[in-house]
């Protein structure tokens, strides 16, 4: 079946604008994650939804941050007001989820959206 | 807590072995290992639970010390192939399912 995809593969925005990053999960997963990576930097984990709730929010960076999760499906990650320090790879991850019975749980990640702005 | 990698980058050459380490300072419920290539996304290697258990690819292994709270990952007559950014993310809980990346070890195999 198909992995984690996620749109657009590039984003560049201008300074103060909103944009909208989209996850489509791997089909039956009912975990979803989304992380951030700097130029060079490891993955910061942003916020993880079970289902269509969002248990853990907090490595948002601030309240510009913001995200759902719909159909227990598709999650799109918006960002309100863009900064230049929100540039970064967006990733998105998916996993079967443990209170699914996967007691594994290894996450499957997307090829990611590069978010520039100028 | 974001768990420490060492060492930050290593270089070999074809054939020879490498270990890649983990520590935490939190107890952990389980450790994940991930390769990243240069502009791609991570691809699970690994992964130790609490009490014992593991899944992973048949070519790498990797051990968890669940009373130091250490991971170490051994890749053993590296290919050219294993060149890549290492990642371990650890996972506190069960119930919380986030996990929080390490530093990151560069590894660069020469022929």
């Known amino acids: 079946g198909a992995g984690v995809s996620q749109s657009p593969s590039n984003k560049v925005t201008e300074k103060g604008k909103d944009v909208e990053l989209r996850c489509d999960p791997i089909s039956g997963h009912t975990a979803l994650y989304w992380y951030r990576q700097r130029l060079g930097q490891g993955l910061e984990f942003l916020i993880y939804f079970q289902g269509n709730s969002a248990p853990d929010k907090s490595g948002l960076p601030s309240d510009r941050f913001s995200a759902e999760r719909t159909g227990e499906s598709v999650s799109t990650l918006t960002i309100q007001r863009t900064q230049q320090e929100d540039s970064a790879v967006y990733l998105c991850?998916?996993?079967?989820?443990?209170?699914?019975?996967?007691?594994?749980?290894?996450?499957?990640f997307g090829p990611g959206t590069r978010l520039t702005v100028l | 807590q974001q768990p420490v990698q060492s060492p930050q980058a290593v270089i070999l050459r074809e054939g020879e072995d490498a270990v890649i380490n983990c520590s935490s300072s939190k107890a952990l419920y389980s450790v994940h290992w991930y390769r990243q290539k240069h502009g791609e996304a991570p691809v699970f290697l690994m992964i130790?639970?609490?009490?014992?258990e593991q899944k992973g690819h048949d070519k790498i292994s990797a051990s968890f010390n669940e009373k130091k709270q250490q991971s170490s990952l051994y890749l053993t007559a590296s290919q050219l192939s294993y060149s890549g950014t290492y990642f371990c993310?650890?996972?506190?809980?069960?119930?919380?399912?986030?996990?929080?990346f390490g530093t990151g070890t560069r590894l660069t195999i020469i022929p």
């Open positions: 991850a998916s996993s079967l989820g443990r209170l699914a019975g996967s007691s594994y749980n290894e996450q499957f």
């Open positions: 130790l639970l609490k009490g014992g």
């Open positions: 993310g650890t996972e506190m809980g069960f119930g919380n399912e986030k996990l929080t």
